[in-house]
T-cell receptor, first 114, second 110 residues
Framework: DGGITQSPKYLFRKEGQNVTLSCEQN?????MYWYRQDPGQGLRLIYY???????QKGDIAEGYSVSREKKESFPLTVTSAQKNPTAFYLC?????????????FGPGTRLLVL | EDQVTQSPEALRLQEGESSSLNCSYT??????LFWYRQDPGKGPEFLFT???AGEEKEKERLKATLTKKESFLHITAPKPEDSATYLC???????????FGQGTELSVKP
């Protein structure tokens, strides 16, 4: 089955700790995205990557880092510099094209702070 | 400023009571308007993509329409299983980026 997987489903972070969220896709999509979702707010873009070995900051990149070494994978690290990390994190992927391309989402990772 | 606004924030319907959700937008260079359904604790599920004013798409009890300033998601004779949060997003000139609205939480009671 083609799709996007995210792991873990739940993640607990201690103060001062860096944690990494996994995102893998087998849809052969070039572009991948990370969003953060907070209650009562729309999805906000953290980072995105349109090709391997290249990525750009989104609207709320501070305290986060990413890498894109493989087409299928786009891990997100939540660093200790992110002071309010509790949220639902969503990964998405899409084709690249001249028109707006549909983004498909994974099941999400809920990050909680201990 | 590029912006997407959804209304109402919450909508309660009786089973069979048709209604519409609104998504209004102000972006420079629309490159697609997208509707998603999201169940609690899950990732958004893709419903429709609309590209041009006047375009319409249908899927079961849902119909999405697009004008130059807004989109409507019409729900005909809803059932309790249609209860979810419906998200609207627009693509604009900056590559593949989307701007999301805050969503409309739909509750359909039997």
């Amino acid at each position: 089955d083609g799709g996007i997987t995210q792991s873990p489903k739940y993640l607990f972070r201690k103060e001062g700790q860096n944690v990494t969220l996994s995102c893998e896709q087998n849809l052969n999509h070039d572009a991948m995205y990370w969003y953060r979702q907070d209650p009562g707010q729309g999805l906000r873009l953290i980072y995105y990557s349109q090709i391997v070995n290249d990525f750009q900051k989104g609207d709320i990149a501070e305290g986060y880092s990413v890498s894109r070494e493989k087409k299928e994978s786009f891990p997100l690290t939540v660093t200790s510099a992110q002071k309010n990390p509790t949220a639902f994190y969503l990964c998405a992927s899409s084709n690249r094209g001249d028109r707006g391309e549909t983004q498909y989402f994974g099941p999400g990772t809920r990050l909680l702070v201990l | 400023e590029d912006q997407v606004t959804q209304s109402p924030e919450a909508l309660r319907l009786q089973e069979g009571e048709s209604s519409s959700l609104n998504c209004s937008y102000t972006v420079s260079g629309l490159r697609g308007l997208f509707w998603y359904r999201q169940d609690p604790g899950k990732g958004p599920e893709f419903l429709f993509t609309l590209y041009s004013a006047g375009e319409e798409k249908e899927k079961e009890r849902l119909k999405a329409t697009l004008t130059k300033k807004e989109s409507f998601l019409h729900i005909t004779a809803p059932k309790p299983e249609d209860s979810a949060t419906y998200l609207c997003a627009v693509g604009y000139n900056q590559g593949g980026k989307l701007i999301f609205g805050q969503g409309t939480e739909l509750s359909v009671k039997p």
